[in-house]
């Protein structure tokens, strides 16, 4: 075995359940609470008003002379301490009410909003209006995937990718007619997606070259096929390399989506819901945890996310205008056999098998929420079986983040090969961590991810062994 090398500070490897919710996870932080910046600078501004007050009054209205001529002190000056060495203390004091004072009304502030949300339903976030509505139940949904439930013509953009590949298969599977849809941008391996590619065609599904900034080959291959429904996965994927490539992100992940928007408006595809795919990514530099899909959107750390928040957005304004429903789904850091090369998972076994050196971004102390490709497929597909009233936005992750550290460790048990490691900082549009909150998944699509961490890598390896997967690696990074 090849000697355990590291660079730079050493990643610290954590036991194996240190990376529980239970005990990795800081407290979530009320939304509604000010920052505690603006606490102190309250409390310092009322500080500096009160001690500006008492001495104003010294200076000017505490000395009073009699009738008789003689001076003397008001009631206001025997409050503030005469003595210097007093002085600290009484205006620490202060201050210290006035921290009190302020955080008492913010507490009962924050308290009186979210007794007045839960007595008024109809204040509730739009986002989880949902738990108003009736549970999708397991039972049910097995009876949408069944024979007797509907069987639709499914337009899969994307389709020689990686979640798309998976997403026709298992259409075809549950006997609906899947049709694959793709243009094999370059961003990695052609040959990688050719190899998906030759997987559909091996199980009778059909797969058009196209692309869906083409509004006419759209429009031809959806009336061709007489496709009632639309899986819109095609994107310019990847966070690192929008650094290099901005252009390509607005045309991929935002103009052809406006394109398929405008295509299904005017064929009247309307009246079911179109499923397309977002990212965890749109959380950005959240700090609440775990994310929620009514979380505050505000601050994303990359292009990339930048354009998929742009998606949901978009998405909500063709509701707005022509009642166009849709469900965004955010999917967190999937992982799997036929993968693509610029995730983890992949870089990690063909630099590991090869003996290369692996960076390990900020120190290995970053989590990331994995989820095996079948449970996200899972999730995808149920999506067409609800009915929605708006569009709707759902988190399908695992729910249990794992330190990067612990991930690189497993990845060297599976391989049986000590890695050499470079740990490196943060790298720039990264996040340290990305956590699903999947309750809503779970009332809504009944989605139950069940693969565990452990053997879906060993099914990743499996794979990466027997096609010699190194053959596709990225040639830029």
Known sequence: MPPHSRKGPALHMKDKDDYSTNSTTPPSPNPNDRPLSSFNQGVKTEGKASATMLRSSTSASSLRRSSSGAVSYSPCYSLFPRSAAKRIPFLLGVIVVCWNVTSSRLILSNLEEQHLRLRNPGELHPQETYTRKQKMTQSKMTDFRGPMGPKYNVLVTGGAGFIGMFTCLELKRLGMTPIGYDNLNPYYSTDLKELRIQELERNGIDFVRGDVCDPDMLKATIQEYNITRVVHLAAQAGV??????????????????????????????????????????????????????????EDPASLYAATKRSDELIAQTYFNLHQLKSVGLRFFTVYGPFGRPDMAPWLFADKITNNATIRVFNHGKSQRDFTFVLDIVQGVINSLFIEVDQPELINLGNGRPVVLADFVQLMESRLGVKANIDSVGMQKGDVPLTYADISKARRMLAYSPNTKLEDGITQFIAWFRETNASQYRMTES
């Open 240 to 297: 690192r390399y929008s650094l290099k490539h901005p252009m390509e992100y607005t045309r991929n992940n935002v103009d052809c989506f406006v394109y398929l928007l405008e295509t299904l408006v005017e064929l009247g595809l309307t009246k079911k819901p179109l499923v397309f795919a977002s990212s965890s990514s749109v959380y950005g530099n959240n700090v609440k945890i775990p994310f929620r899909e009514s979380d505050r959107l």
